[in-house]
């Protein structure tokens, strides 16, 4: 509900001529090696979650997932989509998030006795289509993949 009124308030808040609103449906991940017992990471998140783009630029996105470690994650970010040639582009997220902890420029799993809760700071690639929207996640030892499908305008 709070992601709600913060997105009527995002979008009242700004002039903007155009706004888009997407659902993230999928996020999938492949991780180059193994958790520190030799196990395999989880690769697939179960997210879901909403995205409002205002003049196809600025962002106020909430995920909700099951992050690599198989803990309830929780992301609520504003960010900036920049084109580089027609559709491709990079994009940079920072906000808030619940599961993980931020060390280094990078999310991790937070260790004992911290709190779950801090800042969160993502770059990311992406490929804007007429229909969705491709985010691409590259990390130290592993990339994600989030997709994003437009609800508003069609």
Do not use: W
Not at 110 to 135: Q, V, W
């Amino acid at each position: 509900m709070k992601f709600f009124l913060t997105l009527i308030l995002f979008v009242s808040c700004m002039n903007a001529k155009e706004v888009e609103l997407y659902a993230t449906l999928a996020l999938v991940s492949h991780h180059f090696d193994t958790d520190e017992h030799g196990n395999p990471y989880n690769e697939d998140h179960n997210a879901f979650g909403a995205e409002a783009v205002l003049d196809q630029r600025y962002t106020l996105a909430y995920l909700h997932f099951i992050n690599s470690r198989n803990k309830t994650t929780d992301i609520t970010a504003i960010g900036y989509r920049y084109d580089i040639i027609d559709s491709f582009g990079i994009y940079g997220v920072v906000g808030y998030q619940r599961g993980y902890c931020f060390d280094t420029l990078r999310s991790v799993e937070c260790t004992e006795g911290k709190d779950n809760t801090s800042i969160a700071f993502m770059p990311m690639l992406y490929y804007r289509h007429k229909y969705f929207i491709l985010d691409v996640i590259p990390q130290r030892n592993m990339i994600a993949l989030k997709f994003n499908l437009k609800l508003y305008p069609y």
